[in-house]
């Protein structure tokens, strides 16, 4: 059975056919709609996107249709390129927000290409992988931090009830998310997540890191207000393992050529800005 709404939905992000480039049929031309010509690289392209970009199994995928399977996925392909034509006959492709995606889709699909080409010729051993990380094993070092949650209360006769209903057994989470004016973590029970010096206020920084694992501490005054805060887990300094942040070096890495490639480019480039039409933009 056709499905023709799935065929819009799959096609729409992956096949777009100009009216413009009408061709006569090549020798491995399929199909022809109206002056378009669907090639068997076409279908291939198409089958492949619909496996997850894997070409292998598109291939076994292929291999396992039927002839009428065959017409049917052409069928959904022609249909496509008839609503894509007679949109275009309209002018659709015209409208600015149209026109923008079809220029940006096309920009973004060629930049990626244009990148995938150039990671085929980057030295991504495992001597340069571990290379990088022996020349940038500072980033790579784990620092002292604390994983908090936090209740913040306008005054201190407030936060030191809370504190002492804490230390009296209350759930934590529970006080937060009914007292907290933090409303960001109040949702999460006034967790904070891992925070590291520097991350935060000087003075809640300070009783943070002072206080044990488990430990509750406060009242603490900041610029915020008052705060009850519970440490949950402590992490000590230490230096990096290649083992555990290899994959981040691997990313890191081809960011690095990435941004060697960039350099390149951004040199070569002719780059102006109108300062003061983005000045003006938005006011």
């Known amino acids: 059975m056709r499905r023709f709404a799935a065929a819009i939905a799959l096609a729409a992000s992956l096949l777009v056919f100009s009216t413009t480039l009408a061709l006569a049929a090549s020798p491995d031309c399929l199909m022809k709609v109206g002056g378009e010509a669907v090639s068997e ?39 496509l390129l008839l609503v894509s034509q007679a949109a275009a006959l309209k002018g659709i492709q015209l409208d600015p927000a149209v026109a923008a995606k079809l220029r940006w889709d096309a920009v973004n699909t060629l930049a990626k290409a244009y990148v995938e080409r150039m990671a085929a010729g980057w030295n991504m051993s495992e001597k340069a992988v571990r290379g990088y990380f022996e020349a940038h094993r500072s980033n790579y070092a784990t620092k002292e931090a604390v994983h908090v949650r936090h209740i913040l209360v306008e005054s201190e006769p407030e936060a030191r009830t809370l504190l002492l209903k804490a230390l009296a057994g209350e759930d934590f989470g529970e006080l937060a998310g009914k007292f907290s004016k933090d409303q960001g973590s109040a949702e999460r029970g006034g967790d904070l997540g891992w925070i590291q010096k520097g991350d935060t206020v000087p003075e809640f920084e300070q009783a943070a890191f002072s206080i044990r694992k488990g430990g509750f501490g406060g009242p603490v005054k900041s610029e915020y207000g008052w705060h009850v805060i519970q440490v949950l887990d402590r992490r000590p300094e230490s230096e990096g393992v290649y083992e555990a942040v290899k994959n981040q070096v691997v990313r890191d890495l081809q960011q690095s050529y990435l941004e060697e490639a960039l350099s390149r480019l951004r040199k070569d480039a002719s780059l102006s800005i109108d300062e003061k039409k983005l000045e003006a933009l938005g006011n």
């Open 41 to 79: 690289d076409d279908l291939l392209y198409l089958l492949t996107q619909k496996a997850g970009g894997n070409e292998a199994m598109a291939g076994m995928v292929l291999s396992g249709m039927t002839l009428e399977e065959k017409k049917d996925f052409l069928k959904d392909i022609a249909d």
